[in-house]
């Protein structure tokens, strides 16, 4: 039973670049969540989707965006990459009531020079 | 932002002793979780109680909950090597919508 999959593992972009992560859920799970953890702290929510819309967001600025594709799979956005986005991103998946809690992927590191 | 905060935020034991986490929240939740990381990778869901439960148990775990505190501890015993790592307590305010973390406590487990 595949867990959570992100790709790619590690990036590394320049200061006003675009980025796209990617994520495919558990099996069986169609909500996916999106976290940034910057180093030494706990993870911070960005956002959430499920029916292919965003059902929650956090406190990021629209440079971050996402989607959710039929398939449950979901992408992250990021425009205008600054220094500061500069994180390990986190992609969760569950049901939609997550009564058993949330399976996390291994993440994709970014650095941004 | 962050939930609330664990304590102590490191903590270094020896293997066969026991570890006790600490974790505050700030708000009426749904239930809370806890979750390990290893070196910065993905998060590992260890164990979830529910608001109106005030412990339970998962093999070398036990967790117990204070609604009245807004508190949770986290209790490992017998403790490895291989529970070095950093763990996280999360809150889930109902409404599937999004878990907020705490600061975390790294654990060392020295042979």
């Known amino acids: 039973d595949a867990g959570v999959t992100q790709s790619p593992t590690h990036l590394i972009k320049t200061r006003g670049q675009q980025v796209t992560l990617r994520c495919s859920p558990k099996s069986g799970h169609d909500t996916v969540s999106w976290y940034q953890q910057a180093l030494g702290q706990g993870p911070q929510f960005i956002f959430q989707?499920?029916?292919?819309?965003?059902?929650q967001r956090g406190n990021f600025p629209d440079r971050f965006s996402g989607h959710q594709f039929p398939n449950y799979s979901s992408e992250l956005n990021v425009n205008a990459l600054l220094l500061g986005d500069s994180a390990l991103y986190l992609c969760?998946?569950?049901?939609?009531?997550?009564?058993?809690?949330?399976?996390f992927g291994s993440g994709t590191r970014l650095t941004v020079v | 932002s962050q939930q609330g905060e664990e304590d102590p935020q490191a903590l270094s034991i020896q293997e066969g002793e026991n570890a006790t986490m600490n974790c505050s929240y700030k708000t009426s939740i749904n239930n809370l979780q806890w979750y390990r990381q290893n070196s910065g990778r993905g998060l590992v869901h260890l164990i979830l109680i529910r608001s109106n439960e005030r412990e339970k148990h998962s093999g070398r775990l036990r967790v117990t909950l204070d609604t009245s505190k807004k508190s949770s501890s986290l209790l490992i015993t017998a403790s490895r090597a291989a529970d070095t790592a950093s763990y996280f307590c999360?809150?889930?305010?109902?409404?599937?919508?999004?878990?907020?973390f705490g600061t975390g406590t790294q654990l060392k487990v020295e042979l």
């Open positions: 969760a998946s569950s049901l939609a009531n997550p009564i058993y809690g949330y399976t």
């Open positions: 999360a809150t889930d305010r109902g409404g599937g919508n999004k878990l907020t």
């Open positions: 989707y499920y029916e292919e819309e965003e059902r």
